[in-house]
């Protein structure tokens, strides 16, 4: 046996946080079954759905935290487990959803949609239940993108049935006219199909929706500020300084409508040459780096330009995004740096009182 009792392996836990929530994971049991074992140490450790991208990064905070108290424990043997604690409803259009991020830029064509589906996707990789949602209504590109047709159909609810690809619960407009046909529509009516396939679409309870933001988002960014209250938004930008100058008016848009910029992400970095191994720096380079900096936002990742990348969008293939060698490790490096900074946010804010009956 380990000469370490289980209570002093609880006190010695005893500071962890939970990712989502930042409450004390000992006292939510949600490290529990804590034991000495002939080699070391057991405990199980459940998280949500919504922590799964962080489930590695908790993993070994816990360890340690075992490790700096008692550095001759052998082994510490962490069970998983999954800690049930469903989303509550967000606003009054009945969405359940826990984190709502939206993704925009001030500028046309820089890849909003490729990230914002990058992001939605690789949080359904890792483990989280996904929502992604097109407010692109004039342009909507998702359903390309991700290789979906056919029209929405409604469940015996009357609601609207997402489309869904491996899980990962989609909606634009592009599900509700002909694929060749315009959407004409006016400001106010625009507003009205968003509230629409936010509150008549059968989400089921998420942890996180990603809305795909159209090209210059002003009102939309209001209309969506007015409707539910957003976790934030991510900015994309392309390195060269006009569209730079295009996120920095993003990022104050969001901030004016009082939603929250949890970080920049820079598309199109750079091109690296298949035929000769070089680097071009086709729109400059380190700019959005820069600039997040000078405009006190986290930057969460770089993207090169990549012919795979443009040729997955084509053929609707998103996942091979994230199963090509090339591409992968740009768009997990952005979803883990999104989850670190929620998590981040999550801590900066108090944690909420421990109300066990809501757990
Ligand atoms: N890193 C990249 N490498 C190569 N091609 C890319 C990259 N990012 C995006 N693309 C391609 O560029 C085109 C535009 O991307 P996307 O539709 O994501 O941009 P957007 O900002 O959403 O555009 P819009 O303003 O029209 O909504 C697509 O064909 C996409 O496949
Ligand atoms: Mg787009």
């Not at 082994?75 to 009054?92: F, W, Y």
């Not at 489309?163 to 599900?175: D, N, P, T």
């Not at 996180?208 to 930008?237: E, H, W």
């Not at 071009?280 to 986290?298: C, H, M, S, W």
């Amino acid at each position: 046996m380990t000469n370490v009792t289980s209570e002093q392996l609880t006190a010695a836990l005893a500071d962890l946080q939970d990712p989502e929530t930042g409450r004390n994971m000992v006292q939510q049991g949600q490290i529990r079954d804590i034991a000495s074992t002939a080699e070391g140490v057991r405990l199980t450790l459940a998280l949500t759905s919504h922590s799964s991208p962080l489930r590695d990064e908790t993993r070994r905070e816990v360890e340690q935290a075992v490790r700096a108290k008692f550095p001759d424990v052998k082994k510490v043997e962490i069970l998983p487990a999954v800690h049930e604690r469903p989303p509550m409803p967000l606003g009054e259009l009945g969405l359940t959803a826990k984190s709502v991020i939206a993704v925009g830029s001030g500028k046309g064509g820089v890849g909003k949609s490729t990230i914002a589906s990058g992001i939605a996707y690789g949080l359904l990789r890792a483990g989280c239940k996904v929502g992604l949602l097109d407010a692109d209504i004039y342009g909507p590109s998702i359903p390309h993108l991700l290789g979906l047709r056919g029209k929405a159909e409604l469940t015996d609810e009357r609601k609207i049935r997402p489309h869904e690809l491996e899980g990962l619960k989609v909606m634009s407009i592009g599900f509700m006219v002909e694929p060749d046909q315009p959407v004409i529509l006016r400001g106010p009516m625009l507003h009205g199909a968003i509230q629409q396939m936010l509150r008549d679409t059968a989400w089921g309870p998420l942890d996180y929706l990603i809305i795909d933001m159209p090209p210059g988002t002003g009102d939309i960014a209001l209309s969506l500020s007015q409707m539910l209250p957003l976790t934030g938004a991510v900015v994309v930008c392309t390195p060269q300084d006009v569209a730079l100058l295009d996120a920095v008016k993003a990022v104050a848009m969001f901030r004016k409508v009082n939603i929250p910029v949890l970080g920049m992400v820079e598309n199109m970095s750079y091109f690296l040459c298949p035929d000769n191994g070089k680097r071009y720096d086709i729109f400059g380079t380190g700019g959005a780096k820069r600039k997040a900096e000078q405009l006190n936002v986290p930057f969460l990742g770089e993207v090169p330009i990549n012919i795979q990348i443009r040729v997955n969008g084509d053929e609707g293939k998103i996942a091979g995004n994230f199963t090509n060698a090339e591409t992968a490790p740009f768009f997990e490096g952005i979803v883990q740096a999104l989850a670190q900074q929620l998590r981040q946010t999550m801590r900066a804010t108090k944690p909420l009182p421990t109300l066990s009956i809501l757990n």
